[in-house]
């Protein structure tokens, strides 16, 4: 698994993390079923505290993209539709343009927020 962490970019290490492990599992290069490494392992790897990539690791979960099995470790989860796949390679291509844009999180999400809004039926 390619991950790198820029530890000088204004992008959270976790969200470096949450953001490239998103768009591998949008993209394919993580299939359903496949096998995360543990957290203490990827946080090894990439030189990061364990709370670090565990804080990625619960916000996939959250989002749906990944699954934890307890001791058996963590997968990508099962049941995405593709609509929900080409929703999120867009939504991690914005986290990836807002960071680049230097647009604070809370700022990108207010503006998701609001285009949501506008476009709410009735």
Do not use: C, K, W
Request: proline fraction near 7%; hydrophobic fraction near 45%.
């Amino acid at each position: 698994m390619l991950i790198s962490v820029d530890p000088g970019s204004s992008v959270s290490p976790y969200e470096q993390v949450r953001v490239q492990l998103a768009e591998m599992i949008g993209d394919g290069r993580l299939p359903v079923g496949a096998r995360l490494p543990t957290v203490r392992q990827l946080a090894a790897d990439l030189h990061l505290a364990a709370n670090t990539v565990a804080r990625a690791y619960r916000e996939l979960e959250a989002a749906g993209l990944l699954e934890t099995r307890g001791r058996h470790g963590t997968f990508v989860a099962p049941g995405r539709d593709d609509a929900m796949d080409r929703l999120q390679r867009v939504a991690a291509e914005y986290a990836v343009q807002a960071a680049r844009l230097g647009v604070p999180p809370a700022a990108a999400l207010a503006l998701v927020r609001a285009a949501l809004d506008a476009n709410r039926p009735g």
